[in-house]
């Protein structure tokens, strides 16, 4: 049987093999590296052969294979993959980056080591305002008079909380209390493991417009600077197939029918019946989020708003 045995060499892409360890800058101070990783587009398409047995000999092009994987959400071959990074990145927005627990980590621990000396600082011009209709959004651009000040009294504030830091740690305070009242835009780094499958979907969420800036920032490099060169297949067929496509719920496809045989009133009726078309005192149409996304869903398709 050993004898008889396949005799494995590891895969690997010469493309990615290029930038390991290769820091790529983000934001002000941080950056993303790949320290190491396993598998290819090849390892996803071994994986769904294995699966499938003799018949996926009818499956001649690997990308053709990758593509139906994607479009059918089968997402076990994809995690055959898996990446490993090492990051430097702002405290809060690592909170948001530390929400999916799909992924295998380890922080640089401010109880042993000395928190590391840099903040995230904000230029004058990037101060953003407050969303109206999107709570935990942003919308729009502080004027740059307020935003100097703003900023002035930023770096004001992060050098204060860095002196009172190591004061205390001069006078020997335990490092775990010293750190305490750190602002959220130290900089902390952490080694961050995880599989292709649940990797795409950490992008598809956090690559998006309506997404935070920082940690768009951070997604953008992984996605266009590694995940790129990695599995190259895997990359078009996610932007294709969950990043510019555009889904539809049951109620959606109702209307649009309508909306497609010149029916307009049909479609306005099944908008009323499930709560969309809802008017205040002044007879002007209220808000509503599903609503207004379907609107841009048909904009996109120019399609004409039928109410």
């Not at 768009?216 to 990359?235: D, S």
């Not at 969950?242 to 029916?263: A, Y």
């Amino acid at each position: 049987m050993q004898e008889q045995a396949e005799r494995l060499t590891r895969l690997s892409v010469p493309e990615l093999d290029e930038i390991l360890g290769q820091p790529f800058p983000v934001l002000d101070d941080g950056f993303i590296r790949v320290v190491d990783y396993m598998g290819t587009d090849a390892s996803i398409v071994q994986a769904a052969r294995v699966s499938y047995g003799a018949g996926t000999k009818k499956v001649h092009q690997d990308r053709g294979l990758i593509r139906y994987l994607m479009r059918h959400r089968h997402s076990t071959p994809f995690e055959m993959c898996e990446l490993k990074l090492h990051l430097r990145v702002p405290m809060d927005c690592w909170r948001q980056w530390i929400r999916h627990r799909t992924a295998n980590v380890n922080e640089y621990s401010t109880r042993y080591s000395i928190a590391i000396d840099a903040s995230q600082a904000t230029k004058s011009s990037e101060w953003r305002l407050q969303a109206e209709t999107n709570r935990q959004g942003s919308e729009g651009i502080l004027n740059t008079e307020i935003g100097e000040k703003l900023s002035r009294q930023e770096k004001e504030l992060q050098d204060r909380a860095r002196q009172v830091y190591n004061q205390r740690l001069e006078h020997g305070v335990a490092r775990e209390q010293a750190r305490k009242d750190l602002p959220l835009s130290t900089y902390t780094e952490a080694y961050w493991k995880i599989d292709l499958h649940n990797l795409l979907h950490f992008l598809q969420l956090r690559m998006d417009e309506h997404a935070q800036y920082e940690i768009r920032c951070y997604a953008e490099v992984i996605g266009h600077e590694i995940v790129k060169r990695w599995c190259p297949l895997t990359w078009d067929a996610f932007l294709d197939y969950l990043t510019s496509s555009i889904s539809f719920s049951g109620n959606e496809i109702s209307i649009m029918q309508k909306i497609s045989q010149g029916n307009t009133d049909a479609a306005k009726e099944i908008a009323k019946s499930i709560g969309w078309l809802k008017f205040d005192e002044n007879g002007k149409l209220k808000k509503h989020l599903e609503r207004d996304e379907f609107e841009d869903k048909l904009d996109a398709l120019k399609l004409p708003i039928p109410w």
